[in-house]
């Protein structure tokens, strides 16, 4: 019945190709045929990077995670600041740390709020009381942390555009002093007792719901080390300041890039970890109120960016690697590429040259293939994947084995979102930043689940294929119009119809199998 | 009387609101006659806020007898109010019909819809569903927008310039709109109450977790969830079309995502399940919506957001659903504190 | 009589606004098999997940080799020594028999020592090593939900309705197992079949609306007629 099943869904799949072929062949040049293909795997590369971490993140826990897709533009976002401007994530850093290393005594709290009499410490004003103390300090301390301010509407005054324009020298005006009123040591203990703070606020709020238990040695130990390097790497990195600065704006952007990466990997990791440890934990028994939650979190996260960086969309420049455009380029192989690290490749296919930009049509879909066989891999063969796979199905049962399916859940969580950053910041360069690329990106991946299978892993990646093609096609054809029977006039789809077409087909696969493509009937 | 009692607290509410054009006038030092005459001033002003709020409450209950009452998760209800409004829009103006054969249309494309969702539900159901009516109502958002159809929708600026009957006139008339839309709420609530207090609807709404069950015992769920489908795809239709009587110009928001969410805010802010609390919810929106835009300018939507979520996590029945469970606890609490002060006073 | 390595004192439950178990007490005395008995209904499903902490009590007192563990997480409880075979097996679908089997280990190299004991008591099991939970039958699920509370360093297993829908053949080889296994640990029974549970245990406890009505020794249960016909129906 099963492999029935799975046949049915690829002969769908099978049909669906088959008739973008045919599509293919109807007045489109092999070269046009090529670029829309290659394009639409750009796409589904981009769809796929979230897609995967919401079917997963659904699978496992039943969370509809609509604010994936804010995330995934809070991804590109960070990532463009540390790319565009990496001395202000140098600046951030030591009161990020700080921050951080408070809580990192969460264990060491918890021994000292629980030998506080009971009888206040269930107080309820007591818990607020913390919180309200801790928002006070940090109002206090946070503004005064000195930081090189800078205006997101300059951003083409950044060393990535300077570099590129070979005005190197001008980097050196950045790595200006930062202003600090109030005296550092005073405003750096001001944030770290701020994290303490709200940790022990959190912890209290805690313990009026369940009573406090015994702490272990060893993670009262592990608590203090990471304490210990966080305050010592806070430290530095603000006693090195300068250097620091000095030595990120001289890297090349291709180093700039991969930081970018990294950085927007581990915001997105710290922010799924923390939203489903904080906000959608409470909530599992309510399925309806999370996705509601989620709705409105994909709402504030919007609004957080615009507040943060503005209305206003931005372009990224593409590293070095794939912005060359001097000598030897536009590159005709691959080789080609890699000597001049041209922006694009161009080869010819049935006498018509076909424009491949390394970027957008090579590096993305080779990134997207890249975690699509990372991630199951992951999924197959680790310890990880294993409880994942058996979570999907039933993480009671995986609980009774003795497995804490809360922590597995959080990591999921965290790493998932990891994955949308990631996409955001991949594709930044390709398609520029704006507040509505959460939202485009998010539907486009509900889209591609629901007709590859909300919880299927292969469903994500073929329905992420689907979307991607179908899309890329229809702009095409928006272009140079197709032949429809019963119609004189060739017929050029508006670019609204782009995302409507589809919706129809996801709307239209649902009706038909409700599961999807791969999907399972529970 | 004993059969009075449970509706006068809703009994007092409808004076109150039908009295409410005068006293705001009173206040201001407006006669009467002025203001029958519709001259501008406060009272007319605060007509105008309570008729799109009397909107957006039917919106609301409506998209509460689906969500919360016959608990379907459907993320399209934006569609159904913008349908009304379109339809009527375009029915007036282009194909240039009267009201009557109009208000019939309206009611039959909110049939309509109610069969395409029943059509669905009958298919695939949970989140599924939300998917698919959130893709229709996706698809209908782009097909007004689309240039193809803005000699009809008026496209991405919204549809202006509807022709409306001069005895509905809501510059000139705003009083007998303001008295039109009250009695059409008090009715909408009346009529949903009616519904959900049924045998039916009693059975169908405690078994919403064990379907089966209430199958079992002889109550056709599917044919509850369709009759509740209709009834608020027509009422959201009908609210869609004093919306386009009432505004000067459709906007083509009515049928985006912001909608549907608009209307999720105002029934979490009400109470899910509760008919009344969704109504208070819409009232408590269209202030908020107000105010916020005034006070923090642009960063209004981002307070919406953070209420919104707030809500979700703290307060999940919502004003009226946590007023009906604490009732008891909070009548004690204040009878305590008026007994303290009555021993302070002597 | 050895001490009970488990002990239940008077353990209510309430699931959502329903008050399922209204006092459940009950002894599993170490090295033993204990039989909990009851109608359709009765909690007996329930009392067991109270257990795991999978529908954590609201009352009572659960001890565990003298230790409290009510309140603590299923995962903890688990941890402790507690297998859990559950009603229709639970078997992972998507995961082969091998890794059914890894996944329950505690400690890494778990599988491998106990490898030659398992195989032992299902041969079956290790011919089917790579084939998928999905594509196995009743039978074999059941034997590998067995398998699987065997893998990690178990004191005790709770098992829920070891022979519900399978042929008689079966039945028997999977009382052989239980018996067998049953030198090493100590078990709690969930059974429906009277017969297959007079077979194996040793002491019963019978419950009825929640509550624990009679428990002793299930020798002197199997002559006591009237109460098998009170408590079970027909025997």
Known sequence: MSSFRTHRAQWIILAALALLFLLAAQGMSTRDWLVTVLRGLSVAAVTFLVASGFSIIFGLMDVLNLAHGALFMLGAYVGWTAYVRPDTVIDLATPVLLFLAGFALSPALTLGLSRIPARLRERRAFAWGLLAAALLVLYLALPHAPMAAWHPGEYTDSPIVWTQTFEAERVAELAQPAVAEVPAWLVWSGILLGGLLLAASLIAFNMQRRPPVAVASAALRRGLFLFLALLTVALLIYGFNTPLTAFMLSLSSNWLFLFAIVMAVITGVGLGGLMESTLIRPLYERALYQIMLTFGLAFIGTEIVRAVWGRSGFTMPKPELFAGRGEGCPATSIGGWLQHHCSTIVIEIAGEKARIRTYNELFLIVMGVLVLVVVWLILQRTRLGMIIRAGVQDSEMVEALGIDVRRVFTLVFALGVGLAALGGVLAAPATGLSDAMGAHVLLTALIALAIGGLTSYPGAAVGSLIVGLMQQFIIKYGQIGIQLPFMDEPFKPTPPLVPASTVLLMVVVLLLMPQGLFGRRE | MTRLRPHISLLLLLLILALLPFLVGLLDGQSPASMLAGEAGRSKFIQGLMIEIFILAIYAVSYDLILGVAGILSFGHAMFFAVGAYATGILLKSAGWSLGPTLIAVVGLGLAQAILFGVVLARVSGITFALVTLGLAYVFDILIKTRELGEYTGGDVGLQGIPRPDFLNPSDERLRFYYLMLVFAALVYLLYRRFVDSPTGRVCIAARENEERARMLGFNTILFKFVALTMASISAALAGMAYALFQPIVSPEVAGLGFTVEGLLMVLMGGIGALSGPMLGAALFKFMDFYFNKWFGESASFMVGAIYVLIVLFLPYGLVGTWRMRRRDMLAGWEELLERWRKMMG | ?235
């Open chain 3, 1 to 235: 009589m050895p001490a009970p390595i488990l002990s239940l004192q008077s353990i209510h439950t309430f699931i959502g606004r329903f008050h399922i178990l209204e006092g459940v007490s009950l002894d599993a005395p170490e090295g033993s098999i204990t039989a909990l008995l009851g109608r359709n209904g009765a909690g007996k499903t329930t009392t067991l997940k109270s257990i795991l902490g999978l529908t954590p009590p609201s009352q009572g007192k659960i001890l565990f080799n003298g230790e409290e563990i009510q309140g603590r997480r299923p995962y903890e409880i688990a941890a402790l020594g507690i297998g859990y075979v559950p009603e229709h097996r639970a078997i992972f679908r998507d995961l082969s028999v091998y890794e059914n089997l890894k996944i329950a280990e505690r400690k890494k190299g778990d599988l491998e020592r106990k490898a030659d004991f398992i195989f032992g008591l299902f041969p079956d099991l290790k011919r089917l090593i790579h084939l998928s939970g999905a594509n196995l039958s009743g039978g074999q699920q059941q034997m590998l939900a067995v398998a699987r509370a065997l893998v990690p360093d178990n004191e005790l297993l709770l098992i829920d309705e070891p022979s519900e829908g399978l042929a008689p053949v079966i039945i028997e080889q999977m009382m052989e197992a239980i018996k067998a296994l049953s030198a090493k640990t100590t078990v709690l029974l969930v059974e429906q079949n009277f017969l297959v549970a007079s077979t194996l245990a040793e002491h019963y406890v019978i419950i009825e609306e929640g509550r624990t009505v009679k428990r002793g020794l299930m020798a002197d249960l199997i002559h006591d007629e009237a109460a098998i016909h009170r408590y079970l129906g027909a025997a």
